[in-house]
């Protein structure tokens, strides 16, 4: 059994923090599910997109919870399929990026989407390491955190042949600099956050 | 013929997996006597990734990018990587309407942000030379294709600003213009997967098998495509496709430089046609009897 | 010597309870030329006004100030009661007291102290007052309704039935409008164009109706009571008295592949027709874009055929000019063309229609019939999918409102779809039922209920062709959002209604204002539904708002009865709150010099130019006039006037210095 609007200034509600820092207002849905009819992810989730906003809209801490702890979240592609769509121009897309900033920050992510968590780290940590991204240093790293060594060792000789494996980092870009934002953008969220 | 010079983005997988797009797009470039000026020391534009993790990272990655093609005095910059271009004009977007994240941006870089470039795709920049194309075709395109444009060349409409988010054109009269016909298909936009292409490549061939049926059931001799993601799951990930469809197809994925390329006469090998999983021939033999008169 | 009485009303509590009314009246007693003062509890009362009266007479009062609530309130009551009093109208003023510093105020000294210098201004003006009388204006008992559909139509009997004469005109060759082209209406299923052609005949043959089809308003210029309505009567290129309705020359015309309007081009006409069997006039048009002769000189089988030789080939438009005292603007809507929905295919689809492409399938006169065939291949579709809320309550598509009758017909589209294929299944995907009228949540649910139809909760997202089926992308929100695919043989969507594509064009010709969505604009949303800022204009129908038949009809009346009260004074009173241009004694004339910035300023057009002439006729000096019958007071003029030529009877700048002397 859960009370609605328990939000407060002092506790801001999801919803409140997404007005605030996403721009998005979550009380613009009226809940048509257009946005869950045209997703191509739909059957991959657990809670369908218009029901996250739902859960959202109640600005109750056990439907947020569900809301930052499902699956659906890591399974939006970021089509943009829904906003484009929406009768009321909600940016679902941005929506689905702060609750997965969230969720990491809470470190409640669904552990059946660990490897499209696992994914995505390992994406930033290389373009973090060399500024551009090392594709067999991204899924060298992915496959050691998930775990997954055989998947798709069939098409690497196939890749290699074909020019398509660089085998070493490219290079070109100010490595230090890309550091150097990767390290302010952590440390400006750091601030805005006290 | 004046050179057209624009700034350009390459983007992380143009120089790996996605060679073939680089390849085709600098042989075309050189045939319209366009001039690519690769922005100096660029820096991966974060991608799906980016967003998905980091929102102020995001904005301020391509917004580096942004701010290096400026001072290398290039007020146009095109990203082929049609992820590259959405990122690169999202994060343009968000500059301009969105002054409290323009604010921590200017500080992550640590710089004032003026106004940025204008970013275009790669069918923008051709479109603005598609009057070029045609007095230069040696051997028109004669193939039946479907032009498949994926998610964020179009969307969301606010950013982009180019051709329709449903039923778009731009791609297909494009392929009119060098002499190659294009089916009327409901899977123009339907998304193809994209990063699930490692971690979730059954959802990959779930979507794809959908878009491939549609293509071969119209006969399609050939996807065009102008993202390296949607080329990858179309052609490099046919196997996952092929499992999820009861008539298997080997009908080939092109890049639309590919396409432009063949029609201006330029070599197979400049144009990377080899480093295909789907080997490209024409007629392809659809294993799939066609269905639709 | 002024004899001003003040009268402070305490409206129970609502001034008392935050004003020292007692104060008040104490120094108001102190103002000069102020020669009695009261408070009392409610003046607007009986004994209230009654006290006023008394005061006047007692006290030989010349002037009166009731300070009390807002002048929008009582102003015309405390008028009245002071004219019965036995002084003008004009004398009497009033402070607010209460919206102005009552209701906005905490109690205190510094309220107390405002609510007397507000009563120390209106002292200051009513001594300037001058006595005013009210303007007459002549009527001309003759109306103009605007539209010939199912709105016009009942406006234009009720105003004949009242005995007045009525220009009824119709921009299409026939009246009937929509209704004409629906095949049951809601909540009955009565048969639409059965309970429409005898209202349509009536006004056809009513001895105090003039129909003018295929005519347009070019121009209306005037004001309430005596406006100049200048109509076109496009030529139909027939001679209308010969004609017999035979119909020979539309049978015989060579041009047969026009899409048919009426029948929202699921089939054809030729190039002289009439718009439907039952339309009235029953006198065919020729549609010059497509006839043969008008193109390129040939043909005229029409000509050589017809019996009783009514071609007119040469026959012109005719400019009409006619003297009007009311308008009714009864213009109906359009509804949101399929080609704006980028999602369902932008029309390309011929068996993705709209509702009014549904009612012409299902109507017994339609081109199929009344048979279930759908567009592409004529088959009977198996299943139907209805998608409401088609373009409404939609920011994306610009229109956030709801279109009110959609839901409605939507479940009588789909009883239709049942009763006609009885294996067939319509599902209506919705998003809420707005079903708020008499009968009409019990039609809704006999669709349910009764006749099968399934409705399934959530909007459509995408719609596309396969293998000639129409696939439906849905969701069902009430089974937790779940995804629902239908491959349907046809989809009819609910598109929302909008206003007509000139709407926007001929309120700014007849300055009448509109809503951001074009629909011409009531004077106040609740309170004055039928009529619009512009005097003498008035709404019915569609026009203002998206609305159903009965309403409609019920609207029309109501406009119909203001016309009518209208024209039944014999003159049109107004408040003498006006401009007016000074005059002087020769050689001066006048202190306006001609430059007409009040005649650029005024927002309606209610300053024209008078010509001083001598005996001789010679023109000496062009000056500014006003025209009582337009000038709202609002003072505009007055403002721009660089000589103070111009000034406001009632509000004069003398007065209005004056009140500002006392801050």
């Known amino acids: ?110 552990q059946d989407a660990s490897d499209v968590v696992v994914f995505h780290k390992a994406f930033l940590n290389s373009v973090e390491r060399a500024g551009r991204l090392f594709e067999l240093g991204m899924v060298g790293e992915y496959k050691l955190r998930t775990g997954h060594f055989f998947k798709d060792l069939g098409i690497a000789p196939t890749m290699f042949f074909k020019g398509k494996l660089g085998l070493f980092p490219h290079g070109g870009a100010n490595k230090r600099e890309v550091a150097n934002i990767f390290a302010r953008a952590r440390a400006v969220k750091k601030e805005s956050k006290v | 013929m004046t050179d057209l010079k624009v700034g350009y983005y390459p983007g992380c997988s143009l120089q790996g997996s996605s060679r073939d797009f680089a390849e085709s797009l600098h042989a075309v470039a050189k045939a319209l006597s366009i001039e690519l000026v690769e922005i100096p020391e660029w820096n991966c534009c974060g991608a799906s990734s980016g967003h998905m993790l980091d929102h102020l990272l995001s904005v301020a990655l391509p917004v580096n990018v942004l701010l290096k093609a400026r001072k290398a005095g290039l007020p146009q910059v095109m990203a082929p990587c049609a992820s590259c271009y959405n990122r690169l004009a999202t994060a343009s977007h968000e500059i301009a309407t969105s002054p409290a994240t323009k604010a921590q941006v200017e500080s992550v870089l640590q710089t004032s942000i003026d106004k940025l470039p204008r970013v275009l795709n790669v069918i923008e920049l051709l479109a603005q030379v598609s009057d070029r ?159 639709v008169p | 010597m002024s004899r001003i009485g003040v009268f402070i009303c305490h409206c129970g509590e609502n001034i008392a309870g935050t004003v020292d009314v007692a104060a008040v009246t104490q120094a108001a007693l102190d103002m000069t030329g102020v020669v009695h003062a009261v408070d009392y509890k409610y003046m607007c009362s009986d004994p209230g006004q009654t006290m006023l ?11 009166v100030v009731v300070a009390a609530c807002s002048p929008r309130m009582h102003e015309p009551t405390f008028r009245r009661t002071a004219e019965e009093g036995g002084i003008n109208p004009y004398q009497c003023e009033m402070a607010n007291i209460r919206e102005h510093c009552s209701w906005v105020h905490e109690k205190g000294t510094p309220t107390t102290a405002k609510a007397i210098d507000l009563v120390r201004f209106q002292v200051e003006k009513v001594k300037r007052n001058h006595p005013l009388v009210p303007i007459r204006v002549p009527v001309t008992k003759k109306a103009l309704v605007l539209g010939g559909g199912i709105a016009g139509i009942q406006a234009a009997l009720d105003i004949a039935n009242t005995g007045s004469p009525v220009l009824l005109v119709e921009k299409s060759p026939s009246i009937g409008g929509h209704m004409s082209q629906l095949s049951e209406t809601f909540p009955t299923l009565d048969c639409s164009q059965c309970i429409l052609t005898p209202r349509m005949v009536e006004v056809a043959r009513h ?99 017809c019996p009783t030789k009514a071609i007119r080939l040469d026959q012109e438009d005719q400019i009409e000019v006619h003297d009007i005292g009311a308008v009714v603007l009864a213009t109906g809507f359009k509804t949101m063309p399929v080609s704006n929905f980028s999602e369902y295919g932008y029309g390309k689809y011929k068996d993705v229609i709209d509702g009014m ?138 598109t929302a209604v909008q206003a007509q594509n000139d709407a926007e064009e001929l309120a700014q010709r007849l300055h009448v204002s509109y809503d951001p969505y074009k629909f011409f604009a009531e004077a106040h949303p609740k309170l004055r539904p039928v009529e619009t800022n512009t005097a003498g204009i008035f709404l019915a129908g569609t026009c203002q708002a998206p609305r159903d038949i009965p309403e409609t009809v019920a609207q029309a009346s109501g406009a119909a009865v203001k016309v009518a009260g209208l024209f039944s004074q ?94």
Request: charged residues 25%.
């Open chain 1, 1 to 110: 059994m859960s009370s609605h609007h328990e939000s407060s200034s002092a506790h801001p509600s999801l919803a409140a923090r997404l007005e605030k820092e996403g721009e998005v207002s979550v009380a613009d849905c009226y809940q048509c599910g257009k946005c869950t009819a045209g997703c191509p992810a739909a059957e991959e989730m657990d809670v369908a997109p218009s029901q996250v906003l739902r859960l959202l809209q109640t600005e109750t801490p056990t439907h947020e919870d569900r809301a930052l702890k499902s699956l659906s979240i890591w399974m939006c592609i970021g089509c943009e399929t829904c906003v484009t769509r929406c009768p009321q121009e909600v940016d679902l897309p941005r929506a689905m990026d702060f609750l997965r900033q969230e969720a990491l920050a809470r470190n409640v992510a669904n």
């Open chain 3, 357 to 494: 492409k549904f009612e012409r399938l299902a109507s017994a006169s339609g081109p199929t019939g009344g048979a279930m065939k759908r567009p592409s291949d004529g088959k009977t579709p198996q299943h139907v999918v209805f998608i409401a809320c088609a373009g409404s309550r939609d920011r994306l598509k610009g229109v956030p409102y709801c279109s009110k009758i959609c839901c409605m017909y939507t479940a009588k589209h789909a009883m239709l779809y049942q009763h006609k294929v009885h294996g067939g299944q319509a599902t209506v995907f919705y998003m809420d039922v707005r079903a708020a009228g008499k009968n009409y949540d019990e039609f809704v649910r006999r669709a349910v209920e009764e006749d099968g139809v399934k409705y399934v909760r959530g909007r459509v997202s995408r719609v596309y062709e396969d293998d000639g089926q129409l696939v439906v992308k849905g969701v069902d929100t009430l089974l937790g959002a779940e995804p629902v695919e239908i491959r349907a043989d046809m989809v009819v969507l609910a």
């Open chain 3, 207 to 305: 001895p105090n109706i003039t129909l003018y089809t295929y005519s347009e308003l070019e121009k209306l210029d005037g004001f309430i009571g005596n406006f100049k309505a200048t109509i076109r009567r496009k030529a139909r290129k027939i001679d209308e008295k010969l004609c017999n309705g035979c119909g020979v020359c539309q049978q015989k015309c060579p041009v047969k592949k026009i899409p048919d309007e009426f029948n929202e081009g699921l089939s054809n006409r030729p190039a002289i027709f009439v718009p439907f069997p039952q339309a009235v006039p029953n006198k065919p048009v020729i549609d010059l874009a497509n006839c043969t002769y008008f193109k390129n000189g040939k043909c005229k089988a029409c000509e050589k055929l």
């Open chain 3, 570 to 663: 014999p003159e049109l009173t107004r408040e003498p709150i006006i401009a007016v241009v000074d005059r002087q004694p020769p050689p001066v004339f006048s202190h306006c010099v001609g430059c007409f910035l009040c005649k650029s300023a005024c927002p309606y057009q209610a300053i024209e130019e008078e010509s001083i002439k001598n005996r001789n006729g010679d023109v000496l000096k062009v000056v500014a006039k006003v025209n009582p019958g337009l000038c709202q007071g609002c003072g505009t003029c007055v403002s721009t006037c660089r000589t103070k030529a111009i000034d406001l009877q009632g509000f004069s700048n003398e007065q209005v210095f004056a009140e500002l002397m006392c801050i």
């Open chain 2, 133 to 291: 194309i045609a007095p230069k075709v040696t051997k028109k395109f004669e193939q039946t294709v479907a032009c498949y444009y994926g998610c964020l060349l179009v969307r969301p409409a606010k950013v982009t600003g180019f051709d329709r988010t449903e039923d778009p054109v731009e791609m297909d009269k494009l392929v009119a213009a060098v002499g190659g016909k294009t089916i009327d298909w409901s899977f123009k936009t339907e998304c193809c997967g994209a990063s699930f292409s490692i971690s979730r490549s059954s959802v990959v061939g779930r979507l794809g098998a959908k878009i491939m049926q549609d293509a071969v059931k119209r006969q399609a001799e050939a996807v065009v495509v102008a993202c390296p993601m949607c080329h990858s799951n179309l052609d490099l990930r046919r196997g996952e496709i092929n499992q999820q469809l009861e008539h298997k197809t080997d009908i080939p994925v092109l890049f639309i430089t590919q396409v432009i390329g063949l029609a201006l006469g330029l070599p197979k090998k400049q144009l990377g046609l080899g480093r295909h999983f789907v080997p490209v021939k024409f007629p392809a033999k659809p294993l799939a009897p066609p269905t």
């Open chain 3, 53 to 63: 009266k008394d005061a006047i007479v007692e006290k030989k009062l010349d002037g």
